[in-house]
């Protein structure tokens, strides 16, 4: 296997470049569902204090057998893990993954391919993972029938890490201590087939979420090597393989026989149906024609399917948050005026009218994230809706008759979400003379000619949920979260050296204060965006179709990897 | 007549060339390509330019359309920015759905619209003629995606029926299973078919009242003919030759309203991927599916005058 | 026949006894019902746009948490949507932004295309040449694809046709006329303006050639008189009725054109009240999943009204200058036949 720059060899290679790259991370064909489901793992939202509901207690035990038909908002452009991002909750299913991770607790489980995991330095500097034998890769491809070993390991972080779309390079540039490939890769070391272990050459608190997150799939080296392009084709380790991709139409997959949790996986196949129309898709679960419900549900939704006794309901917070982002010149770069559109602001209209009323404060970290975030009695104390207060905040200021601005929002097709929540928000500062006029641009033109050259006043769009404290902070970081700026031209230097701080802080409590402390920094500063509220998610499915645990729930601790647990009733 | 024929081929060249030139050029001033779709929300000038690079998009204008054009010739329609997928096959599983449903729209649409176009003349005054003016004005001017919307959302709430490819995904065959096919494209061709019936509708009544006031008709009565031979036999073939020359229109109507209905009844078809190919900038689809489509266009107003030509005697192009 | 021997009679009745207006406008409404009736919708349409911010009831835009979802009442007749705005608001509203796509779109193309087929026409040759192989390509898309990328081209910020229009027009770029960032509605219409003036050149090239062939013309240039001269004092009086008809016939076109894109989503901004957007998205879900029909049968309504009030209008004109088409057919006048012929 070559030591080479796997990129570099394909342009070295007889194929055109044009094949390499892939799906993007929002798209027209469903941006805005992209983004609830989010970057979270499995699916399971983080552990929240407010749980789940379920109709139906859990219980019965699994046989195998069986089909089901999962329902899709969002055509997938490619199953490539380390490239396409609109294929990851299926690639969770075909490929293996170090281990699982349970987002309230931080915890890991060795479910899946490593056995262990050894941290012999307080800081996280070294990692080294012993392999979990009998892992065998799909039939049909290269390296069938095989175990997964630490070459593939390595070959897939390689990848991952060099891969040009993907999202966040941060954790492979401090192992390499570079961005060059040939450093990351000799920085890998696999002494032995079960073996795999490497150093970091600076600390990196967000290392362990990061390796169990689905872009950081282990796939065999002989597919790398083989295969140019994953957008269509997976031969993975994973509970299930790959039986046909329609991308915008469906999905099959099939049960993976030689998988090493055998008899699982229960079922014998799972079909993803692409129905980009909101409605048509919430009628076709209500109509049985899918087991699992694949749309957007709004509290009304989640109301209505509820009162069936045979649907399966279940809710969690959601990390999805769009996020008002002020350009740091005037008016907006006088703290009064970011004061007053705080004080402007009703929160609690804004989540009875576009959340169902359900939901809570978001700070500058979204709220479902409990450990990190600032209690939210802090943040109702702090965010006071009083308009007559923001009146005269914005006389201060010079703005006695109030001003007018634009903001500008994208055009999400079919979720109207974003532009709702704009509507409300618009509404309520022009009570106190801010006069918000809505620019909806369509999604091409608004990432081309308002995001990335930065050409706006205010704008609306959301950013990607995480759920580790870090990535939310960046935005605030003068280096933005590509680490090549940010479009808000907001600088604070104090600011900046605790984000860097909290990032190497591995004592908990400590990393906990930092965390904190920047947050409420931030709220003093009122900038440069305002995270308004975060509501919660909800998914639903048929009675007959079991999983181990609902959204909103943490998995057990002798759960298998994902989709290896669910069985159905139905024949 | 070969002579016509051919030299309408040859025209079909510099327009084919001037639409796919005009896409191109279009989408070059539009703001956003592929590689910005791509590179999504949290973008920075240094990915997009490295997307850009490996996609081919920084490429001189005349060399990105030069390949192009290579491609098409060899049938090689290039891939999909996006997909990764070549054009030509989604363009083969995606056709069928396409073509089914706009060919099955026509034909309702003929035979809603000349039978009752038909009666409405030779019975005028009567409940049928009302009804049947009536009912053109209206299928005429209700919207048919506000039509198709109420189909699926009446047929979702008091019948609990969704169309059939809402449950796989995929439109099945009309030869592998004809009830479920049915079940699929019946509404959507509906749908399309109304207005299009309306229209054909009144162009036959007032082209076949046209034609009986005719001397030949008379003569054909004065013979003791009989209703139906007066009627079918010589004023329809007649009366149709107008109608003739509408359908031609309307099929480039009809690929229109596909990208529509096709969107409102979640059908996998050309209409439906055009659409998500402007909305993502993936080039050389749009490119590729608007050549198809003036293609079509083109070829099916051809046909048309060569009908015509043929249905009347007196217009020879030769 | 019976009308035929009569009409010398009726015609000197007529000339010698005139009833007063009102008695012939009484009997031509008694003729034709429907043609009432459809007036009666365009009526409708042209008093809600332009009397919008008096007959409506509340601010089409004014989101009220506390009424959210209701059905019809008496308060707000058409109900409310899922942010509390009164649906009979939004669909008053929604027709002037029908009205102003329409009538922009409309004048817009109809003299472009006019003044292009016109010159096409009269001209003949190059120009001719020139300006029919490029209606052919615009013609050969398909409209939506050409709308899509007209209006995504001329709508953006950087474009150059933005900058003129914001920089040297009077165009507002903010609120106008009660609708808000009034310049991308615009831009719409002349979207939509294109399509129509392809339509209208070709039409008005067919009119122009065989007004051509009048005696009038070769005396005029027998005079000296200067092409541009025949063309405005000859040809495009005459044309002039013709592009009225035009007008009507594409007025409801474009209204539908712009319904059926806000529809798809790429036309009028969220939240412009259009009567295309509110038929979709999660107004759509809401109908079909959650019992609130109202949401989308208003709209809905509203935009098949006045697309059926034209049409009836436009059947009785038809009706009313034509006896012998008496009763609505549609198409190409007797003797005429297809107009393909003339080109």
Known sequence: MEESNYWTRLSRGRISRRRLLGASAVTALGGAAALVVGCGSGNSNGGSPTGPVRTRPPGGSPAPGGSITWGRAIASLGIDPHIDLTGLDVDTLLYSYLYDWIP?????????????????????????????????????????????????CKQSFIRRGTSITAPDKRFPRKIAGSSDAEA???????????????????PFVPSLREMANPTWAMVPAKVISKYLSLAQRAFGSGPFMLEEFKGSQRIVLKRHPEHFLKPRPWLDGITYVVITEGSSLLSAFKNGQHDVNGSVLTKD?????SKNENIVVSRAPSLFYPVIHMKMKPPFNDIKVREAMDLALNRDEIIALTQGGEGNYNGPIQWPQAK??????????????????????????????????????????????????????????????????????????????????????????????????????????????????????????????????????????????????????????????ITLTGGFAYSAHWSYVHFPYELGQDPPKDAGPNGVDIWTDKA | ???????????????????????????????????????????????????????????????????????????????????????????????????????????????????????????????????????????????????????????????????????????????????RNLQTFFFPALVLALAIAAVIMRLTRSSMLEVMRNDYIRTAWSKGLRERAVVWRHALKNAMIPVLTIIGVQVGLLIGGSVIIESVFALNGIGFYLLVAILSRDLLVVQSLVLLFAVTFVVANLVVDLAYAWLDPRIRYG | MAQEIAAPLEFERVVLSRPPAWVRIWALARRHPLGVFGLLCVALLFFCGILAGVISPYDPYFINGSHIKEAPTLAHPFGTDRLGRDVLSRTIWGARISLLVGMVSVLFGVTIGTFFGVLSGYLGKLADSVIQRTVDILLAFPPVVL???IITVIGDEDSAVRRFLTDYTPIPDGTFLGVPVFLDIFVIAIGIGIAVAVGTARVVRGAVLSLKENVYIDAARAMGASDWRIMTRHIFPNVASLVVVLGSVFLPIAILAEAAISFLGIGVPDPTPSWGADLTGPNRTDATNNGVWWVVFFPGLALSLVVLGFNMLGDAFRDISDPRLRGGGLGPGPGSGPSRRGL
């Open chain 1, 301 to 305: 939704d989640f109301d209505q399917l």
């Open chain 1, 184 to 202: 990351l890769a000799a920085a890998l070391q696999t002494p032995d087939p079960l073996t795999f272990k490497f150093k970091m050459s600076e």
């Open chain 1, 104 to 152: 309230g607790k931080e915890e890991i489980i060795y479910n899946n391919l490593a056995a262990h995991l050894e941290l012999p330095d307080p800081q996280h500097l070294e990692f080294i993972f012993t392999l979990r034998p009998g892992v065998k890769i799909h039939a049909g491809g290269p390296g069938a029938g095989e175990d997964m070993s630490s070459e593939d």
């Open chain 3, 147 to 149: 709308l899509l990328a």
């Open chain 2, 1 to 179: 007549m070969r002579d016509f024929i051919i030299r309408r081929l040859l025209l079909l060249a510099p327009i084919m060339l001037g639409v796919s030139f005009l896409t191109f050029a279009i989408f070059r001033v539009i703001p956003g390509d592929a590689a910005v779709i791509i590179c999504g929300f949290q973008c920075t000038p240094e990915t997009l330019h490295d997307i850009r690079h490996e996609l081919g998009l920084d490429e001189p204008f005349y060399e990105q359309y030069g390949d192009w054009l290579k491609g098409v010739v060899t049938g090689d329609l290039g891939e999909s920015y996006h997909t990764k997928l070549s054009v030509t096959s989604e363009l083969e599983s995606r056709l069928p759905v396409t073509a089914e449903l706009t060919i099955m729209a026509l034909i309702l649409a003929l035979v809603l619209g000349i039978p009752p176009g038909v009666l409405s003349a030779v019975r005028p005054g009567t409940m049928a003629d009302w009804v049947a003016r009536f009912s053109s004005v209206l299928w005429l001017s209700v919207p048919n995606f506000y039509l198709g919307i109420l189909i699926i959302t009446f047929g979702a709430t008091w019948f609990g029926w969704s169309p059939p490819n809402f449950a796989t995904g995929e439109t099945v065959g009309f030869f592998e299973d004809p009830w």
């Open chain 1, 372 to 529: 990190w975030a600032l209690p939210q009695e802090e943040l109702r104390a702090f965010y006071k809706y009083d308009p007559e207060r923001a009146k005269s905040l914005l006389a201060d200021a010079g703005f006695k008759d109030g001003f007018s601005a634009k903001m500008k929002l994208p055009k999400l097709a079919g979720a109207t979400f974003i532009s709702d929540t704009a509507a409300v928000a618009a509404q309520q500062l022009g009570k106190v003379g801010i006069n918000i006029q809505l620019d909806e641009v369509e999604l091409g033109a608004f990432i081309a000619s308002t995001l990335l050259p930065g050409n706006f006043e205010l704008a609306f769009f959301p950013n990607l949920p995480y759920d580790e404290p870090d990535r939310p902070l960046a935005f605030y970081h003068s280096s933005g979260v590509t680490g090549s700026g940010n479009w808000n031209n907001y600088t604070n230097p104090q600011l900046d050296k605790l984000i860097n701080q909290q990032a190497m802080e591995f004592d908990e409590a400590k990393r906990k204060e930092i965390v904190y402390a920047a947050q409420r920094m931030i709220l003093l500063e009122h900038a440069p965006q």
